[in-house]
């Protein structure tokens, strides 16, 4: 199979749409979250999405054979909450390795159906790394500046078991994505470096950002440029931003990543803002023209969708795309 960094020279690479999004058709109540296995489990499990790879595997593998068919090149795990961290909500910190494995080999088989279909057009799975509930930069509490609800190395040991299970269950790149405070980012990809050494092995490395107001910083208060600059130290694929901002507020701060980075640049936005009912209202079509955007400009390497998006919208961007040549890497000084 041909290597994903020379894929990415020829041509832009389209990334899967929102799975959360695609869940809520499914209209799952709390039986069908708990399943047959967790019929007894005391607390409640509705809304426990990456639970879903356990108890409904078939839907799961379902959205991710409609994300390739509708022209992604890249599916990500549905493990956004796969941590620890994050499983504590739910009281299942203790299958958390389980989860990520079994996400990751749903969608790598699906994967490989799709490419041994299509052998030109080799498909990725990405291991879904999300943020966690908790930061490591800020103080959940108004009164004491200084506290912190969670320690750099508490993240670094629940990122390492995410990233374990990921790499076992199949996942041929990681993708630390949705990034409010790059303090987690950088216990999540220091994780990572320290598995690669372990295991001796190179694993390409997704870093995604999320701008979350019109100031055009991150949570934790960094622009662009100074987002890049602060995980520039780690041999990464591509950095870029999603979620937080339709796809048009998004362009001049992919113009920033474009500009000084050396990596590929990726971008996955909502479909729009969300509306007084928090639903995103941009139809396949609005949003591919945003994109074109995107591509006219020679800003991205790789795109794709987050919250409010479907298959139907990423059919419409792989459409737009394809005409395009992906960004040239510059040579910075």
């Not at 990334?15 to 869940?23: I, Q, S």
């Not at 372990?198 to 870093?207: A, G, L, Q």
């Not at 007084?276 to 800003?299: H, N, S, W």
């Amino acid at each position: 199979m041909k290597d994903i960094k020379e894929i990415l020279k020829e041509r832009i690479l389209v990334l899967d749409g929102a799975m959360g999004t695609m869940l809520q058709r499914y209209k799952f109540q709390e039986e069908d979250f708990r399943g047959e296995r967790f019929k007894e489990w005391e607390h409640p499990l509705q809304g426990n999405n990456d639970l879903l790879s356990l108890t409904q595997p078939e839907a799961i593998a379902d959205v991710h054979r409609k994300y390739f068919a509708a022209g992604a090149d890249i599916v990500e795990t549905n493990t956004f909450s796969g941590t620890t961290i994050a499983m504590a909500d739910y009281h299942m910190e203790d299958l958390v390795y389980e989860l990520n494995y079994e996400s990751a080999r749903i969608a790598k088989k699906v994967a490989d159906e799709f490419t041994k279909k299509e052998p030109n057009k080799p498909r990725f799975v990405a291991g879904s790394i999300g943020p966690t509930n908790k930061t490591a930069s800020m103080s959940p509490d108004v009164n004491d500046p200084g506290y912190r609800a969670i320690s750099f190395d508490e993240l670094r040991i629940a990122y390492k078991l995410q990233v374990e299970a990921l790499l076992d269950g199949g996942s041929d790149l990681l993708l630390v994505e949705t990034i409010f405070d790059t303090l987690n980012a950088k216990a999540a990809l220091f994780a990572i470096e320290e598995v690669k050494e372990e295991r001796n092995i190179d694993v390409p490395i997704m870093v995604s950002g999320t701008i979350t107001d019109a100031s055009g910083r991150t949570l934790s208060g960094q622009t662009a440029e100074a987002f890049l600059i602060s995980i520039s130290h780690i041999p990464i694929l591509s950095v870029g931003f999603n979620c937080a901002l339709g796809a048009s507020q998004l362009v001049p701060h992919l113009e920033v990543l474009a500009t000084k980075s050396e990596h590929a640049v990726s971008a996955h936005p909502n479909a729009g803002l969300p509306n007084a009912f928090g639903e995103y209202d941009e139809t396949p079509d609005q949003m591919a023209e945003q994109i074109r955007e995107y591509v006219e400009k020679g800003l991205v390497n790789i795109v794709g969708g987050c919250c409010g998006t479907t298959p139907e919208h990423i059919t419409a961007i792989a459409k737009v795309v394809k005409d395009f040549k992906p960004r040239q890497f510059p040579v910075l000084q």
